[in-house]
């Protein structure tokens, strides 16, 4: 019998989608364009993006959630449960309360565990987020630098618990009314946090880390209920 994901290696519209991601090269989580948009930028019909995207499903390469799009990676633990009910009873003030139960802690771990590699990628999250030119470009390269430290702890549950968490995170806080300013201003509160975090992460402090997370999650969580 032959491997099903063999079977379409040759299709056009994956190939094609392939590429189209390689040169993308979006971060983990992040969100694909829809599939109108997807369609009209590779000339395909979107019976054959929709087949091509199910290849990629099925490979753990993207991951889709009904009603709300196509992301890059695999789905987070309890994807496949329905998070949208967990969406619909939780809030904003809830989610804050769980990332400070759970990211300070990650924070520590990433000290602990971080390889040269984990730390490159950590910088680059924060020279990305600096150079960014819009909210949206900012706030990709925030959820990038988070997930980057959870990655940091090696502890593939401890990441899958993240992920879930980050999907109800997007879902229920993203997307809140920004200040006029098409970008975050040079001296954003998160820049200095976000760069205290990684050199605690890089110095193996994995007390000063977890209180840098916290910290910085507690001016988030202020600046969300004043605005």
Not at 19 to 39: D, F, I, N, V, Y
Not at 80 to 89: C, F, G, I, S, T
Not at 185 to 194: G, K, L, Q
Request: hydrophobic share 45%.
């Amino acid at each position: 019998m032959d491997h099903p994901l063999r079977d379409h290696a040759g299709d056009p519209t994956l190939v094609q989608l392939r590429a189209w991601l390689a040169r993308a090269a979006l971060p983990e989580a992040a969100r694909l364009p829809s599939e109108r948009e997807l369609c009209a930028e590779l000339g395909v019909s979107r019976g054959d993006l929709r087949k091509a995207l199910g290849v990629l499903e099925r490979e753990g390469a993207v991951w889709r959630h009904v009603g709300k799009g196509t992301f890059v990676g695999s789905a987070p633990l309890g994807e496949v449960a329905d998070l949208a009910a967990v969406e619909r009873r939780t809030n904003p003030a809830e989610v804050m309360r769980t990332r400070l139960m759970i990211e300070p802690v990650l924070a520590r771990e990433a000290a602990l565990y971080a390889t040269p590699t984990d730390l490159e990628e950590l910088r680059l999250c924060l020279q990305r987020a600096r150079a960014a030119t819009s909210w949206r470009q900012y706030e990709t390269q925030d959820n990038a630098l988070h997930r980057a430290v959870a990655k940091a702890t090696h502890n593939t549950l401890a990441l899958a618990l993240f992920d879930t968490l980050n999907t109800v995170r997007r879902a229920v806080v993203w997307g809140r009314l920004r200040a006029e300013a098409e970008r975050p201003p040079a001296d954003h509160h998160s820049f200095a946090e976000h760069e205290t975090i990684v050199a605690a992460i890089a110095e193996r402090d994995l007390h000063g880390a977890a209180q840098a997370m916290d910290a910085h999650l507690r001016t988030v969580e202020r600046r969300l209920t004043m605005g």
